[in-house]
């Protein structure tokens, strides 16, 4: 088992920055590759980036190249993401979640999930 707690939301202006965490507990030699996920008010949760603990590979979608970083401190068992530029449309419930596999955009392939941590961008 591994347990996920994110934390650093909060509610932001367009342009600013916040940097989220997620500290993991429990088995955490069993993890490869961390993601971040988000969903708004009414939408899917959706894929963000993700990184592998050992390589430091990451992945972006499109929309948050550039703007949002993923980074992972093995020694705490933490991921981060860093998000500058923030607008609007980022606005969602942030999630993280650890990989097993498979595509790293299917839900299905996380077993294990945070609680969450609102971020709001207000314009």
């Known amino acids: 088992q591994v347990q996920l707690v994110e934390s650093g939301g909060g509610l932001v202006q367009t342009g600013t920055s916040l940097r989220l965490s997620c500290a993991a507990s429990?088995?955490?030699?069993?993890?490869?590759?961390t993601a971040w996920f988000r969903q708004a008010p009414g939408k899917e949760r959706e894929f963000v980036t993700a990184?592998?603990?050992?390589?430091?590979?990451?992945w972006y979608i499109d929309s948050v190249k550039g703007r949002f970083t993923i980074s992972r401190d093995n020694a705490k068992n933490t991921v981060y993401l860093q998000m500058n530029s923030l607008k609007p449309e980022d606005t969602a419930v942030y999630y993280c979640a650890v990989h097993r596999g498979g595509s790293y955009r299917v839900t299905a392939n996380y077993p294990y999930w945070g609680q969450g941590t609102q971020v709001t961008v207000s314009s």
């Open positions: 990184i592998n603990w050992s390589t430091g590979s990451t």
């Open positions: 429990g088995r955490t030699s069993s993890i490869y590759t």
